[in-house]
Each structure stands twice: as C-alpha cells, then as structure tokens.
C-alpha cells in the first residue's frame, strides 16, 4: 500500500483540528446580523495588537492592501521611492506601485535571504545621485520565510536619509528580533492572513501595527472610501474592509499561534538535526533572531531531481520564489534595482526549495521526510 501524501501545506489541517471553535466563531459571527466590519472586526484588532504589545492594528482585506493603505496613510506616494527586495512575492512591489511610489529593488544576504544593508545604501545613494526628483522615502524588508530582518542596520540608514522604516510581516508572525515581536520594530507594518500564514484566515484578511493614532485612523479612513465619518470622503481611498466571519475565525486562530509558533520551531529543529550531512544547504538563524518558520527552506544544487524524488515518493515541496519580482515579465527593464544588481537573489533562485512545514505535521510524517532525504543523499553519494 502507497504511503499518504505529506503536502508541503495543509490549512485544513489548523481548520479540523479547531473546527468546534472556528464554526462558533463562525455562527456568532452570522448570528450578529453585522457582516461588514463590526465588533468582531474590532475585537481582533484589540488582541491581535495586544499580542504584538503594539498600540493599534487595522484590519483590512488581505495583505497586499494592506501595505498600500500603510503607504498611503503616511503620504508615500507619486515621486517618492520605496526601497524593498525583489526575493519577496509580487504582492509586496506591486502595492508599492498601486500607492503612486517607485520600488527600487536591492540584494539580500546570502545566509537568511533578508534585505542586504550594504546593497540598501547603494541603491539610495544611487537614486539620490541620478533621480535628484525623486524622493528616498521609505525602506520596505521583507522577514522572509519568518526570519527576521537586520532591524538595527536598515534603521541606521533609514535614519541617515530621512526615509520611515516599515516592516513586511506576511510571512513572520510569532517571530521576534532581538526579543521584540516583529510588526512593532518601524514605524508601521503590514500583515497578511492569507490561509497558509502562521496566523491564517479562511480566506483572504490582512492589517496593518503601528504605535502611531493618527496613522492607525489614517488607515481606518483609506480602508473604506476615506471616510472620517460615514458616507463622507475627507480623503481618496479604497474599499478593503475584513468582514467579521474571517475576523471570528482569526480570533480562534490567534489564540493557538505561540503554540503553532512552538511547533514550527520544534519541526524545524528535527529537519536541521535530521538532515545533517545530506548535502542540502540548510537554514541558519542570526543569533538575535527567533525564527518563526512559516517555511523551512534549504538550498539543493540538483533542485529538479530533488523534488521529483520527493514527489514520487509522496512529499510535496515548492519554490518560493521561482523568479525574482525584477526578473518577471511585468516587471523585468523597468523597475530600479540597486546599482551592483541582485547577483545573491539570481543565485539562489536556482536552488532554493520549501520542505513540507505548517504546525500539525506529525513526527512520523516529519521523520519521514528527513528518512527520505536521507535516501536521496545515499543514493546521490
């Protein structure tokens, strides 16, 4: 009999073991008669901002608003430029480019793939020396794969040329630097809840932290039409409003994330001992950081031959991401990139890979992972 499938994520998964409280939620939230916005709406940006130990959250309807409305509220717009990396998802530029800003992108060190300060300060001295007409306004990493970012070095820079320093922390819930919980480190961040995140939704959700009231009503304005009271625009915006059922189920969610965190971090603790010695370049985590592990991802040199390995053998993988932002079709020629290029992002595209990660992965299923790896080293010898 064919072992079952081990998906590389499973949403389902948190969904079925929570179903008692996630259809609760759900019911109370139905029962309300309220389905825009409302008290369950508000009730998880209390404890989401709570859990963060940050002043304010903003919900809104999935991740890539969420970044727009944070650059829109602090007035990041048309002839300003937003320094992030091309080793992100689309999602991350092209909000950048639905607010009016300019995206320059810059490399990412070799070792946690975050934001490279040294390729930061080429690309803004850079800008400043052949755009003198556009304005260095904000600085954009990415905590990928949930490791954080260098926080102190970028702010350096920011600070240097006068640019707000924000946060993209779609992929790091739970993660923290230098013991502070990412999303409370600049001056705003954004936050995905897209199913598969640490701190998933049932669909799509996002929001935005900031310690800041006035940036955090700016955005409450933005999410819906620009109003400061209702039915009245006092500014341009947009509709991107999280309805009650995702924020009911997110405040179910919510309440298990230190534990998923945990189990992620437990289950990447067995890949890294288990996988010693396979040939795969596996994570590292900077001694200030704490990994939250939304991906476990290694690099294999003979990535093809390696996932179809895993494949016939009943082990989903994937690729994030196959094609760096700057090098897609929609993107590729025109978008800014720091003056030495991206060789570090380029390198890796070839070889990174996502093992199977998400917190009800069972040890079984988990050493079978490592057990089957371990075989395609032997067999590769």
Request: net charge neutral; glycine share 8%; proline share 6%.
């Amino acid at each position: 009999m064919p072992l079952a499938n081990i998906p590389f994520a499973n949403p389902h998964a948190a969904y079925a073991a929570r179903k008692e409280a996630i259809l609760e939620a759900i019911t109370r939230a139905l029962d309300s008669g309220y389905y825009i916005l409302g008290s369950e709406v508000e009730q998880f940006e209390k404890d989401f901002a709570a859990y963060l130990g940050i002043a304010h959250t903003s919900a809104c309807a999935n991740g890539t608003d969420a970044i727009e409305l944070m650059l829109r509220a602090l007035g990041v717009g048309p002839g300003k430029a937003v320094f992030t990396v091309s080793h992100t998802a689309v999602a991350t530029v092209s909000a950048i480019e639905r607010a009016g800003a300019m995206p320059v992108l810059v490399d990412i060190d070799p070792v946690h793939y975050t934001m490279c300060p040294a390729s930061l300060e080429q690309a803004v001295q850079h800008l400043v020396r052949t755009l003198p007409q556009v304005t260095p306004a904000a600085v954009l990493p990415v905590h990928i794969y949930g490791h954080p970012c260098n926080m102190d070095a970028l702010a350096e820079i920011a600070a240097r040329h006068n640019m707000r320093l924000l946060e993209d922390c779609a992929q790091a819930h739970g993660a923290q630097y230098k013991g502070k919980m990412v999303g409370t480190l600049g001056k705003a961040a954004s936050f995905s809840f897209y199913p598969t995140k640490n701190l998933g939704a049932l669909g799509d959700a996002g929001g935005v932290a900031t310690s800041t009231a006035t940036l955090h009503n700016e955005v409450c304005a933005l999410r819906q039409y620009g109003w400061k009271e209702r039915y009245i625009s006092a500014i341009p915006g947009i509709n991107s409003r999280m309805d009650p059922v995702q924020a009911a189920i997110l405040g179910v969610q919510l309440t298990h994330l230190a534990e998923d965190t945990a189990a992620r971090i437990r289950i990447a603790g067995v890949y890294t001992s288990g996988l010693a010695g396979t040939g795969l370049c596996l994570p590292q985590v900077a001694p200030w950081a704490k990994h939250a592990f939304h991906l476990y991802v290694v690099q294999c040199k003979e990535r093809s031959a390696f996932m179809q390995y895993m494949q016939e053998h009943g082990i989903g993988t994937a690729i994030h991401y196959p094609v760096p932002v700057h090098l897609q079709p929609a993107y590729a020629g025109r978008v800014l990139c720091a003056p030495k290029g991206l060789p570090v992002t380029e390198q890796i595209m070839h070889t990174i890979v996502s093992l199977p990660m998400f917190p009800q992965l069972t040890d079984a299923q988990v050493e079978r992972v490592c057990t089957t790896i371990q075989a395609w080293a032997k067999a590769g010898a």
